[in-house]
């Protein structure tokens, strides 16, 4: 699963699309917490983040929803930028 962005301690991961991994989602982790968010929605599909960390969180998606999207699609993964 290739990692796409690392920041404040929130690492975001991506899989590659089989049939039965959908909705359209990244996977998150920090410390000890997962969890795998909609790219669309911005909510939780499973598992869970801290509320500070799932706020990041959704701010960084939606800077880079169409990105995400595209990866999501063509499945060709690159390093996206940290929030600032």
Not at 28 to 38: K, L, P, Q, T, V
Not at 62 to 68: F, G, H, K, P
Request: glycine share 4%; with cysteine.
């Amino acid at each position: 699963m290739p990692t796409i962005a690392y920041f404040y301690g929130i690492k975001i991961s991506i899989y590659y699309i089989q049939k039965d991994h959908n909705p359209t989602h990244i996977h998150a982790s920090y410390g000890e917490f997962d969890a795998e968010i909609d790219i669309i929605t911005g909510e939780q599909i499973r598992g869970n983040l801290p509320r500070t960390a799932m706020k990041l969180l959704r701010e960084w998606i939606c800077v880079y929803r169409e990105e995400l999207i595209k990866m999501w699609e063509t499945q060709e993964f690159k390093q996206l930028p940290p929030l600032e």
